[in-house]
Every structure is written in structure tokens, then in C-alpha cells.
């Protein structure tokens, strides 16, 4: 049963209403599907938009495996190492280290990982390899040795990739992945602290019925059971659609995979709408328990979905993320040095400009409610840094993160007498009336609109010694001198 076409969003009437004038593009649009059309979407008595989610899933970093192989320059061994021990330290629990049949130095680097002793005991490495003899043999030597390991086997299922990539009709598929399967079970079903994963590749793009297929008969010959669980991993390996159709097909697949008590439902959402994000969150809602991603979203071409800020999200609405973010630029240099890729300044929550306001009536909201938010906890006898978090424009206190205030605001063009008034305040301890609040900031706008460029707090003092310097009597300025 699948459902019917879903009808157009009240946006899209073909009749444009007058107050949109809006012409038609040259933009080759009609050569693309809509993914409507490109794979049937499962009947689903839609539960997930209902749901909420308060308990964070198994978060499964990617970075040294699907993020290392989207690097112009994959990490040496050195890199990789760092990158590990952050992830260590960070506290997730199931690492995929890498591809060890691809390349020497992937293969190196787990046989060191389990050589040298350096997994701690509560954490679970993954190893990936595509469903191929001699790479399952590779993988597992590999692993000799490892106290608790996750052996992830991947074939593209999708109809694209069976006829033009792989050569496959649905049966010879299926047949060639159970047999690989069964290779896997051969050589790690009597290990105890070995368990399986699959991830039918393209999954969005997969028959729903062809991917409850294989990934219950994988369920079964792995003879999944509570205690040894198996990992169907499920990945919008490029993305197609808006995040709702994604959380319908995962929704379908957690109603219908046997033994749910023995399957982890696993997500890998890629980002190349932009959306990866709102997939993994939709998804979640949806009955996904574990999510694979990299931290600020490397991956390949537009990326991974980006585990912080995903960790992050969870920790702005109240749910602890279970992972450390409280020196999150700390964690931001490491990972800029081992992918070799700046974090943009715009990034969520990690960005270097992302706890800052330049524009007036921003920075007026903010000195108000940083004052509001101290006066409460001043009445209520706590430090300020244990009440609820409520100021204006900033969605969590930057001080979870390791951030302290001094960037918060920054005064421009933009700015208005209450950036520069919260400046000086807070820099210069002086509390300028509001008349002189006012003149002051027109002056500022006078120069920053002159020269176009920012102004520093020591020349806002500058402005205000010179134009009012009967209030420029400052605590801080005293001290300087
Ligand atoms: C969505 C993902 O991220 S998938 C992971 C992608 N990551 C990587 O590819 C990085 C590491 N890869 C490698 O180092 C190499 O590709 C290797 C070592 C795995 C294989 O190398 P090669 O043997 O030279 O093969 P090549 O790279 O051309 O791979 C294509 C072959 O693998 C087959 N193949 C692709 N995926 C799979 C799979 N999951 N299972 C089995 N066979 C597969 C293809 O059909 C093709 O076979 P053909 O040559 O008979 O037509
Ligand atoms: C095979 C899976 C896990 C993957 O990397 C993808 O589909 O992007």
C-alpha cells in the first residue's frame, strides 16, 4: 500500500496571485523529478509529528571514515589519532574509525587502535567495508584482537545504482549481500564483543518493501537478539527531499523491521539540501535510535549531518546531549586542523560570530534582558549562571560553550545608543545617562559611517572623552592610568 500523491502546498496554486510578481526562470527545473515521483513513499499512519524527543540518541561520529574520505588530503596517522582522542573525550561511545580495506594507512591505524590498548572499554569502534570477500577478510584481520567492535557492511540498494553501478536485479542483490552476510557471521558470529550493522546504501531512493526485504532477512541470519543487537543503517547517502519524507520512510521502517527489540534503527543523513539537520531531528521523532554524522559537518560534498550542532539543538531545548561541548573552540581547532577545513563563522553554535549582534535594536534587547537576567538571579539568590536562560537574541548562554560575553556585541553602521552604551559598561564600568546615550551614539554612527568599519571599545572611550568628557569618569580607564 502506498499513499497517494500528496497534495500541492497552498503556495503553489498555478494561479499567481497579483501580489506576487514573480517571473518565470531560465532555470532547467524540469529535468529534475520530484522525489514523489522518484521512489513510493510507505503508507504511513503518520505518528512522528507528535512526537517529542526527550532523551538523546547514540550519536556515531563518521569523521574517520566517511568525513576522511571526502578530504582533498585524508588524515594522516597523527591526525587521526587527535581526532580520536577528542572524540574520546568528548564521550561518545561508538567511533567509526575507518574503511581498513581501503588503504594501508586506514588499516594501520585500527590494528595501532587495538595494538596500543587506546579504545577505553566503554567505547565501541565501527569498521566498515563494503559486502566483498577479500575486503571482509582484510576488515576482520583488522579487528584481531578488539575487545568490542561494530562490523558495518554496506551495499547500494536503490534501482539506479543495482542496473548501472553493480549489475544487480533485486534477487541477485539480495543474494550477493546475504552471501557476503554470511561471510561476516563466518568469521565474527562466535566473537562476543563483535556485533553486525548493515546500511543499505541510497536508502531514500530504495524500494520501502526491497529495504525491509533485506534488512530483515539480514536481521534474521545474523540472529539478532536483545543482548547482541544488530545496526540497520539507514542513509539519505544524498539527499532528495524535504526532511518529512524522510521521517515517513523512517517511520515505515520502524514499524515494519522484525524483532525491533534486536534492531537498532540507525540514521546517516548527508546534507546536500541543506537539510540534514532537520532529517536527523525529523527522523528521531520517527524511531531512529542512533545517529551517524561529523562534527561540524564534514563529509562528503556538502557533508555530513553535523553532530554538534545536532548535540546542540538537544541542549537548547533542555535535553542533555550526553557529549561535552563545554570547550567547544577548543574542539572546533582540533577538527579545523585535522580535516584541514575551517569551521565557518556563521556555523551554529560553534562559528566565530555567532554570540554577536552589530545591529542596534539586537544589542538593545540584549543589554536588557543580560540586565534582566541578572537582577533575577540577584532576587532569587543564585548565580546567574544557574537560572533559566531567557536574554534576547542568544539562543543559549555562550558561557555553556566557553564563551565569555566580550564579543556579544560589536559596534558598526549598524549600532545604536544601546550597543555602545552595553560596551562601555561593560568594559569601562561607566553608566551613562540616557540623553547622553543618545548623543553619544550619534557620533559613533557619524564615524562609522564615514570610514564603514567597526569601531573598538577603546575608540568609542576615545569618542567619549572627547565629546562628553564629564562622563568619561570610568573605573576600568582609572585603573589604566
Ligand atoms: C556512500 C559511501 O560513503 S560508500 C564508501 C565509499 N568510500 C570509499 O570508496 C573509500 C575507500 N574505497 C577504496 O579504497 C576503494 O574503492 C576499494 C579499495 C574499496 C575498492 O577498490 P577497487 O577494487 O579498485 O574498486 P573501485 O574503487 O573501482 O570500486 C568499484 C567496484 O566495487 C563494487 N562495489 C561498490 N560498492 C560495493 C559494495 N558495497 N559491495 C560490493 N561491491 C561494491 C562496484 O560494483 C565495482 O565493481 P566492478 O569493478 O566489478 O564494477
Ligand atoms: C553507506 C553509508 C553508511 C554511507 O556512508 C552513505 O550512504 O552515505
Keep these: 500500500m502506498h499513499s497517494p500523491r500528496p497534495s500541492a502546498s497552498p503556495n503553489s496554486s498555478p494561479a499567481q496571485p497579483q501580489w506576487n510578481p514573480q517571473q518565470s526562470s531560465p532555470m532547467p527545473s524540469h529535468r529534475y523529478l520530484p522525489a514523489w515521483d522518484r521512489v513510493d513513499v510507505p503508507l504511513v499512519d503518520r505518528d512522528w509529528p507528535t512526537h517529542r524527543t526527550t532523551s538523546a540518541p547514540l550519536w556515531v561520529p563518521v569523521d574517520l571514515r566517511d568525513g576522511n574520505q571526502a578530504l582533498a588530503e585524508p588524515m594522516d596517522p597523527e591526525r587521526k589519532r587527535r581526532f580520536f582522542e577528542l572524540m574520546i573525550t568528548m564521550g561518545y561511545k561508538e ?12 588499516f594501520d591505524f585500527v590494528r595501532d587502535l587495538v595494538r596500543l590498548d587506546l579504545i577505553p572499554d566503554d567505547v565501541t569502534i565501527v569498521v566498515f567495508t563494503p559486502a566483498r570477500a577479500e575486503l571482509i577478510a582484510r ?7 578488539v575487545r568490542k567492535a561494530v562490523v558495518h557492511m554496506y551495499t ?3 534501482p539506479t545504482w543495482r542496473d548501472v553501478v553493480l549489475g544487480y536485479d533485486r ?7 546475504f552471501e557476503a552476510a554470511c561471510d561476516i557471521l563466518h568469521r565474527g558470529g562466535d566473537r562476543p564483543g563483535i556485533r553486525f550493522e548493515f546500511s543499505p546504501e541510497v536508502f531514500v ?12 532477512g539480514l536481521t534474521e541470519l545474523w540472529q539478532a537478539c536483545p543482548d547482541r543487537p544488530v545496526v540497520h543503517n539507514l542513509p539519505a547517502t544524498v539527499e532528495i527531499a524535504t526532511p518529512n519524507l524522510y521521517a515517513d520512510q523512517i517511520e515505515y521502517m520502524h514499524k515494519n523491521l522484525d524483532r ?7 540514521v546517516h543523513p548527508h546534507n546536500d539540501r541543506g537539510t540534514g539537520v532537520a532529517c536527523a531531528e525529523l527522523a528521531v521523532l520517527a524511531g531512529a535510535q542512533r545517529v551517524e554524522g561529523c562534527l561540524f559537518g564534514n563529509g562528503e560534498r556538502t557533508g555530513n549531518v553535523d553532530l554538534v550542532t545536532l548535540g546542540l539543538n538537544l541542549h537548547a531545548q533542555g535535553v542533555d546531549p550526553m557529549i561535552d561541548f563545554t570547550h567547544l573552540d577548543d574542539v572546533k581547532a582540533v577538527v579545523e586542523y585535522c580535516n ?6 556563521r556555523h551554529p553554535y560553534a562559528g566565530s560570530l555567532v554570540y554577536t549582534a552589530f545591529s542596534g535594536t539586537h544589542q538593545d534587547a540584549i543589554k536588557k534582558g543580560f540586565a534582566h537576567h541578572r537582577a533575577a538571579a540577584e532576587r532569587a539568590g543564585r548565580d546567574p549562571s544557574e537560572m533559566p536562560w531567557a536574554v534576547p537574541y542568544l539562543p543559549i548562554d555562550p558561557a555553556d560553550v566557553g564563551r565569555d560575553y566580550t564579543a556579544v556585541v560589536r559596534v558598526n553602521s549598524q549600532s545604536g545608543k544601546g550597543g555602545v552604551a552595553y560596551l562601555l559598561e561593560t568594559e569601562y564600568g561607566v553608566t551613562l545617562p540616557r540623553e547622553v546615550q543618545v548623543a553619544l551614539a550619534r557620533k559613533v554612527q557619524q564615524i562609522a559611517d564615514v570610514t564603514g568599519r567597526e ?18 569618569h570610568s573605573r576600568a580607564a582609572d585603573a589604566v592610568r
Aim: glycine residues 2%; contains cysteine.
Design 340 to 345: 584541514r577545513i575551517e569551521v565557518h563563522p
Design 139 to 145: 576488515t576482520f584481520e583488522a579487528v584481531e584482537g
Design 205 to 216: 531512493l530504495t524500494e520501502p518493501d526491497y529495504a525491509i526485504e533485506v534488512c530483515n
Design 455 to 472: 569601531l573598538t571599545v577603546a575608540q568609542l572611550w576615545d569618542v567619549l572623552c572627547t565629546h562628553f568628557p564629564e562622563h568619561a
Design 95 to 106: 567511533i567509526e574509525v575507518g574503511y581498513p580495506s581501503a588503504s594501508q594507512a586506514d
Design 156 to 158: 547500494a540498494t536503490a
Design 171 to 177: 534477487n541477485s542483490l539480495r543474494h550477493m549481500i
Design 260 to 266: 525491533r527489540e534486536s534492531v537498532i534503527l540507525s
